[in-house]
């Protein structure tokens, strides 16, 4: 593993110029510091670097600003988008006052909750691996005033394009019907590959990728699972690397859960087990889908808490757009075997006993990966120290079983990031009970949540009033 002394040797050995010092805002968005590396020696990457916390949304306020980024030496990696030799880092948020990790830093977070896991004996790691699915386009333009709101986007690639003028080839799958296509109908195949090769250069492991369901350039590029704060690094790394590429193929990429009306949305589906002594604690033969009691406590955890995460993991207004029936999407509050409109999966290929592992279906990629992971975790926590059953298993289509009538007690997520506000202020105890959350940073999230997005939004007229109104 890297050490400080490692890293100083490569700054040598590699006539590395700068040192990039990346970290995430509460909210998840990439932030970066560049350190020119020919004066830095071991106590600056001991003692970290000062950074002003009130500028970064959700940290400190004006009159109490002062924070120190402590690069992670574990965590470097050359960065491919440099035009001279970088190394880059994630770093630890560290209080200045008193030398302790800042409490609404939200990888210390991810941190802490892996050692709560280790400190309760339950397991040694607790293994992720997100699905993070996102659309390219050829061109956005949005804009928000006082006698205007618009946005738009286009995509070669996409159904509504069939019709353009000049040289069409007709390649362009139907609404709805792009999953795995092939080539020339993919017509993104080279850039997810590339994509791919650099995400290999920065330490993540690319296994596949592939066109997902949307005909408008909706990608997913899966990566080999890891632990924790190490796979909610990657995941920021992804994101970083995905757009970069892409902007260096003269497009653009978005992460949001549902941009486009009658598309499937993006997911992140988060897939995790636990391990202890070599072994993989959610497998069980001769049990339901071979999952262990421990597995069925932490999924009972997730569910019961399924409400208060989806504003943790679903965090934004246009994620509810996304959690809607009709498009795939896990909205239903059950686990199931293999139905993906569960909004907990336990995938019918994963069939060994290192494989076993659930897939949380519900989670988007507007979602800090750091805080989205740690709450998850800490909801499986909760569900196994209390022991929680979860409700019977549904093995059929969830949107024609609920139609029957069946389903009539069938609860589903929040129909909008109000209502998932709402249930997380009720539901937290098992954020704080264990200082892994602070109430402080919870009610912090709540209230820039209600106040810059949703009374922004609601306090607008939106396009479509102006169709259904305008001539009342």
Known sequence: MPTIRSVLQRIKDEEIQFLDLKFVDLFGTLQHLVIAADHIDEGDLIRGF????????????????????????????TDPFFEEPALSFFCDIIN????????????GIAKKAEQLLRAQGIAETAYFGPEIEFFIFDEVRFDQSTQFGYFYLNSAAAFWSTGREGKNLGNIASRKRAYMTAPPVDQYNNLRSKISQVLKLVGLQPELHHHEVAAAGQSEIGFKFGPLTVQADRAVKYKYVVRNVVDRYDKTVTFMPKPLHQENGSGMHVNMSLMKDGKNLFFEQNRYADLSELAEHFIAGILA?????????????????????????????????????????IPASATSPKAKRIEYRTPDPSSNPYLAFASILLAGI??????????????????????????AGLKSTPASLEDALAALEQDHDFLVQDKVFSTDLLEKWVKIKRKEELEYINLRPHPSEFVLYFNV
């Open 50 to 77: 000062s950074f002003d916390g009130s500028s970064v949304k959700g940290f400190q306020s004006i009159n109490d600003s002062d924070l120190i980024l402590r690069p992670d030496p574990s965590s470097v990696f």
């Open 96 to 107: 200045p006052r008193d030398n302790t990790p800042y409490a609404s830093d939200p990888r």
């Open 305 to 345: 808490h399924a409400p208060a995460l989806c504003a943790i993991c679903n965090p934004t207004t246009n994620s509810y757009r996304r959690l809607v029936p009709g498009y795939e999407a896990p909205m239903n509050l059950v686990y199931s075997q293999s139905n993906r409109s569960a909004c907990i999966r």
């Open 382 to 407: 909760d569900g196994i120290r209390r022991k929680m059953a979860p409700p019977p298993p549904v093995d059929e289509d969830i949107y024609e079983y609920v139609a029957s009538g069946r389903g």
